[in-house]
Each structure stands twice: as C-alpha cells, then as structure tokens.
Nanobody, 126 residues
C-alpha cells in the first residue's frame, strides 16, 4: 500500500504554466503504473497522462504538446508539467498508482487504480 499526496495546484491565467507534484510514500519497488487524472464539476474523471516503471509514458490527446509527465525516483515524486493552460483545463487533478505495468491495465480508466491522492485544484482564468 502506498500513500499519495498532490501539491502545486492553484490559480493561473490562460497561457500560464503550473507544475503539479505527487509525493509517494510506501513500497514502490517492482513494476508500477502511475497516472494523472482530472475531474471537472459534473464531468467524469479522465486520464491526463500515465507513466510506468520502465520509463514509457502516454499522454491524452488534449494534453499532447502542453502537458508532460515525469517520475523523479530520487524524490519519489511524480510530476505533471502543464503549459499553455486553457480555461477548460480547470479541474481537480489527482495522481494514482497501481503496482503493475500500465500495459497490463486499462490504464486510462480510473477503475484500474486502487491508490489515489486527495487531489489538487487547478483554476485557469481567461
């Protein structure tokens, strides 16, 4: 079992940038899949990007070229660099972890993950 805690959310104007962090505590040895999801009011939780222990990653089409997921092993921290933010990016952002490879999961589905952070709010104003 792992504990995840997000930080880095806030309010920013359109076109701005934010870097979200997800600090992970617990045993993360072995294969793993970690992802960033977001959920806006009245909408379903959707995947933003995912990465796994072999270093590969995948980014949702709406985020490609703007959002970048990365894992810093020395810090046990998952990052999401978000650039060129748009008002429609406003949501609560969550990190998730599952102790298996993403390719063995329906990694884009929130139901695939058992460990979640509490979320961090991102608000983008026009």
């Amino acid at each position: 079992q792992v504990h995840l805690e997000e930080s880095g959310g806030g309010s920013v104007q359109a076109g701005g940038s934010l870097r979200l962090a997800c600090t992970i505590q617990g045993n993360i040895g072995g294969p793993w899949c970690m992802a960033w999801f977001r959920q806006a009011p009245g909408k379903e939780r959707e995947v933003v990007a995912a990465t796994e222990s072999d270093g590969s990653s995948s980014t949702a089409s709406f985020a490609q070229g703007r959002f970048f997921i990365s894992w810093e092993n020395a810090e046990s921290t998952l990052y999401l660099e978000m650039n060129s933010l748009k008002p429609e990016d406003s949501a609560t952002y969550y990190c998730a972890h599952e102790p298996t490879r993403c390719i063995w999961l329906a990694y884009s589905s929130p139901r695939a993950y058992n460990s979640w952070g509490q979320g961090t709010q991102v608000t983008v104003s026009s």
